[in-house]
Protein backbone atom coordinates (compact mmCIF):
# COMPACT_ATOMS: atom_id res chain seq x y z
CA UNK A 1 0.00 0.00 0.00
CA UNK A 2 0.93 3.39 -0.89
CA UNK A 3 2.45 5.69 1.67
CA UNK A 4 0.00 8.92 2.42
CA UNK A 5 2.26 12.07 1.18
CA UNK A 6 2.61 14.28 4.00
CA UNK A 7 1.17 18.03 3.37
CA UNK A 8 3.38 20.54 2.81
CA UNK A 9 4.26 23.26 4.99
CA UNK A 10 1.75 25.46 2.95
CA UNK A 11 -1.18 23.15 3.34
CA UNK A 12 -0.37 23.03 6.94
CA UNK A 13 -0.28 26.72 7.30
CA UNK A 14 -4.07 26.76 5.13
CA UNK A 15 -5.50 24.52 6.85
CA UNK A 16 -4.68 26.33 10.51
CA UNK A 17 -6.29 29.72 9.03
CA UNK A 18 -9.09 27.88 8.05
CA UNK A 19 -8.99 26.43 11.84
CA UNK A 20 -8.45 29.64 13.96
CA UNK A 21 -11.21 31.79 11.25
CA UNK A 22 -13.90 28.71 12.34
CA UNK A 23 -12.49 29.26 15.97
CA UNK A 24 -12.90 33.15 15.78
CA UNK A 25 -16.10 32.84 14.65
CA UNK A 26 -17.58 31.62 17.52
CA UNK A 27 -20.42 29.06 15.59
CA UNK A 28 -18.74 26.22 16.75
CA UNK A 29 -19.94 23.37 19.47
CA UNK A 30 -17.76 23.30 22.05
CA UNK A 31 -16.78 19.54 21.07
CA UNK A 32 -15.94 21.33 17.79
CA UNK A 33 -14.28 24.06 19.43
CA UNK A 34 -12.02 21.63 21.24
CA UNK A 35 -11.17 19.16 18.25
CA UNK A 36 -10.17 22.31 16.03
CA UNK A 37 -7.69 23.73 18.71
CA UNK A 38 -6.30 20.07 19.31
CA UNK A 39 -5.66 19.69 15.47
CA UNK A 40 -4.52 23.77 15.43
CA UNK A 41 -1.72 23.24 17.97
CA UNK A 42 -0.63 19.97 15.93
CA UNK A 43 -0.56 21.90 12.79
CA UNK A 44 1.44 24.81 14.55
CA UNK A 45 3.91 22.31 15.83
CA UNK A 46 4.08 20.97 12.53
CA UNK A 47 4.64 24.51 10.84
CA UNK A 48 7.24 25.42 13.29
CA UNK A 49 9.57 22.55 13.27
CA UNK A 50 9.62 23.22 9.56
CA UNK A 51 10.31 26.91 9.74
CA UNK A 52 13.33 25.59 12.41
CA UNK A 53 14.60 22.86 10.20
CA UNK A 54 14.53 25.39 7.32
CA UNK A 55 16.48 28.08 9.23
CA UNK A 56 18.87 24.93 10.46
CA UNK A 57 19.52 24.94 6.42
CA UNK A 58 19.82 28.64 6.03
CA UNK A 59 22.39 29.15 8.32
CA UNK A 60 24.44 26.21 7.33
CA UNK A 61 24.41 27.89 3.88
CA UNK A 62 25.47 31.44 4.82
CA UNK A 63 28.45 29.52 7.11
CA UNK A 64 29.38 27.50 3.83
CA UNK A 65 29.80 30.67 2.28
CA UNK A 66 31.48 32.32 4.83
CA UNK A 67 28.69 34.94 6.02
CA UNK A 68 27.63 35.84 9.33
CA UNK A 69 24.91 33.93 10.81
CA UNK A 70 22.36 35.86 12.80
CA UNK A 71 23.30 36.01 16.88
CA UNK A 72 19.26 36.10 17.77
CA UNK A 73 17.29 33.70 16.96
CA UNK A 74 13.91 34.54 14.49
CA UNK A 75 11.09 35.46 16.64
CA UNK A 76 7.21 34.76 14.81
CA UNK A 77 5.39 36.66 15.88
CA UNK A 78 1.89 35.49 13.68
CA UNK A 79 2.50 32.07 14.65
CA UNK A 80 3.43 31.60 18.43
CA UNK A 81 2.28 35.18 18.98
CA UNK A 82 5.83 35.69 19.61
CA UNK A 83 6.66 34.16 22.71
CA UNK A 84 8.67 31.40 21.14
CA UNK A 85 11.84 32.44 19.28
CA UNK A 86 12.92 29.94 16.69
CA UNK A 87 16.27 28.43 17.93
Known amino acids: M ?7 FEEN ?3 LEQIVEKLESGQTSL ?3 M ?3 TLGMELS ?11 KQMDAILR ?7 AE ?9 G ?3 VE
Not at 2 to 8: A, D, G
Not at 45 to 55: A, G, P, Y
Open 73 to 81: PLVLGGIDG
Open 31 to 33: KDV
Open 45 to 55: KRCLDELRTVE
Open 2 to 8: PRKKEPT
Open 13 to 15: LAQ
Open 64 to 70: ENGDEVL
Open 35 to 37: ENY
Open 83 to 85: QNP
